[in-house]
C-alpha cells in the first residue's frame, strides 16, 4: 500500500511545509495579546523563546516517532502504535469534524477579509472568497502532491524574503527614531503567573502547525531523515522570524501602542513608510494566509486516507486517484466540510473552543516516546537530543495548557472536550460492527 502514493517532497518542501503552515497571520496580529497580557519588554521576549523552545522540544519528540514510523498520518499512526487504535482515532475525529478543519475554515476566513481590504466585500462575498481558496487549493492537491508541495514552497519562500525586508527595513528606518524600547524598558514588569501562562499559550498558538509535514510521510523521500531534519530546522527558523518580528515592532512603536493594536504588523508599517505601509502588511498577510492555507489543505486528507486503510474510516475515503496517485476522496471531503463550517460560521466555534484539546494529544504523542520505547525494538533514522528530560518538559507544558484552558473556561471547555468523547463512542460502535460483520 505504501507504493500507493508518490515520493516526491524532498528537504525543501518538507521545510517548507513546516515553515508555511506555522507563519500564517498570527504573528501579523498576535503579538499585541502577548504584550497585553505581559505588558514588559523583557517578558514579551521571555514568551516568545520559551514558546520557540518548547515548540522545538515538540518537535524533537515527534521528529523520532516520525523516523519510526513512516507511514503516512503523523500523529495518529504514532498515537495508535503507542497507545491503541482508539486513541488514534480520536486524534483523526478532532482532526476532521473540528481541529483541522476548523483552522483551514478560519485562516480562510482571515485570507478572504484581507482581500476586502482591496476589494469591498459585503459578509457573504467574504465567505465565498474563503470557501473558493479552499476550493482552489484543494483542486491543486487532488492533482498531485508535488503540484502542492512546489506551490506551498514558492509561497514559504516568498513570504520569508518579505519577513526578512520588514526586518531590515524596520532597523534601517527605526534608526531615525530618537529612542528605542522606551515604554515597558528592559525591566520585568510584575504581573502574575495565570498572565505569564496565557500569553505563553498565545504564543504556542501562533506556532501552531508544526507537526503536519509528518502526515505526509509515504509522499516524502528518505522520511527517516528528511521529516526530523525538516522539524527541526523548520521551527528554528520560525522562531527566529517571530523574536526579530517582534524585535522591530516594539523598535519602532511604543509598548503601549504594541499592547492595543489589532493589527501591530500594519500599524509598524505605516509608521515606518506611511498609510501604504498597511496596504504592504495586508497583501503580506493575503500572502502568507494563503500559502499556509495551501500546506494545511494537502497534510490533512492523508490522516485520512491512513484511517481508512486501517479500517477506522469507510473504505471508500482511502482510495487513491489512479491517475494523480492523490488520495482524492479524501481531499473532496475536507474542501466540502471546511467550506460548510465557513459557510455556517460554526468554525468560530470549534476553532476558539476546541482547538486546545490539541494539546492533549500532543502531550499524549510525546508520552507515547516513552512507551514505544520501552515496548518495540524498532531502528529509527533519529534519537531525541536530551532524552527523557526534553520530552518530559513538553508533557508538562502540553497539560499547563490544557488545564489552564480547563480552569479559565470550564464550560468553554466542556464543549471540547464532549466532542472528543463522543467520538470514543463513535470508534467503539464502529468496532463492534465490524466484529460482527468479520
Not at 114 to 143: C, D, H, Q, R, W
Request: proline content about 3%; some cysteine; hydrophobic content about 55%.
Amino acid at each position: 500500500m505504501s507504493n500507493d502514493l508518490r515520493r516526491v517532497m524532498g528537504l525543501p518542501h518538507a521545510m517548507a511545509m513546516v515553515v508555511g503552515t506555522i507563519i500564517g497571520a498570527s504573528i501579523f496580529v498576535q503579538p499585541s495579546e502577548i504584550t497585553g497580557h505581559v505588558p514588559s519588554i523583557t517578558g514579551v521576549f521571555l514568551v516568545w523563546i520559551i514558546s520557540g523552545i518548547l515548540t522545538f522540544f515538540g518537535a524533537l519528540a515527534c521528529a523520532e516517532l516520525a523516523s519510526i514510523f513512516t507511514q503516512s498520518g503523523g500523529i495518529y499512526v504514532y498515537l495508535k502504535e503507542a497507545f491503541s487504535p482508539s486513541i488514534g482515532f480520536l486524534w483523526g475525529w478532532a482532526m476532521f469534524w473540528s481541529v483541522h478543519s476548523g483552522i483551514i475554515a478560519a485562516i480562510a476566513v482571515i485570507f478572504a477579509r484581507y482581500v476586502a481590504y482591496f476589494f469591498p466585500m459585503e459578509p457573504v462575498l467574504i465567505k465565498a472568497t474563503a470557501i473558493g481558496a479552499i476550493i482552489i487549493l484543494s483542486a491543486i492537491n487532488y492533482i498531485g502532491v508535488k503540484q502542492g508541495s512546489t506551490l506551498q514552497t514558492l509561497f514559504t519562500l516568498g513570504k520569508i524574503i518579505a519577513i526578512v525586508l520588514i526586518i531590515i527595513i524596520g532597523f534601517v528606518f527605526g534608526s531615525r527614531i530618537p529612542e528605542h524600547f522606551v515604554t515597558g524598558e528592559l525591566v520585568i514588569t510584575t504581573f502574575s503567573l495565570k498572565n505569564f501562562l496565557t500569553a505563553l499559550i498565545a504564543g504556542l498558538f501562533a506556532f501552531g502547525g508544526w507537526h503536519m509535514v509528518t502526515y505526509s510521510s509515504e509522499e516524502t523521500i528518505s522520511p527517516q531523515k528528511t521529516i526530523p531534519r525538516a522539524l527541526m530546522f523548520g521551527t528554528m527558523t520560525v522562531t527566529l522570524c517571530y523574536i526579530l518580528l517582534n524585535a522591530v515592532y516594539m523598535y519602532v512603536l511604543p509598548l503601549d501602542t504594541v499592547a492595543s493594536s489589532t493589527r501591530i504588523a500594519a500599524d509598524a508599517a505605516d509608521f515606518l513608510v506611511g498609510h501604504g505601509g498597511g496596504a504592504f502588511m495586508s497583501g503580506l498577510v493575503i500572502f502568507s494566509t494563503f500559502g499556509a492555507l495551501s500546506g494545511i489543505v494537502l497534510c490533512g486528507p492523508r490522516v485520512y486516507y491512513s484511517m481508512a486503510r486501517d479500517g477506522l474510516l469507510f473504505q471508500w475515503v482511502g482510495k487513491i486517484h489512479s491517475n494523480y496517485r492523490t488520495p482524492h476522496r479524501a481531499i473532496v471531503i475536507q474542501a466540502v466540510w471546511s467550506s460548510i463550517l465557513v459557510a455556517t460560521g460554526t468554525y468560530r466555534t470549534l476553532f476558539t473552543r476546541v482547538i486546545y484539546t490539541e494539546w492533549i494529544f500532543f502531550g499524549l504523542m510525546a508520552i507515547g516516546l516513552f512507551i514505544v520505547r520501552g515496548k518495540y525494538e524498532l531502528t529509527r533514522g533519529y534519537k531525541i537530543w536530551g532524552y527523557p528530560l526534553v520530552p518530559l518538559i513538553f508533557i508538562i507544558s502540553s497539560i499547563a495548557i490544557v488545564a489552564n484552558q480547563i480552569i479559565s473556561e470550564p464550560f468553554e471547555s466542556m464543549f471540547g472536550l464532549s466532542l472528543v468523547l463522543i467520538g470514543l463512542l463513535v470508534y467503539y460502535f464502529w468496532a463492534k460492527k465490524n466484529a460482527e460483520r468479520s
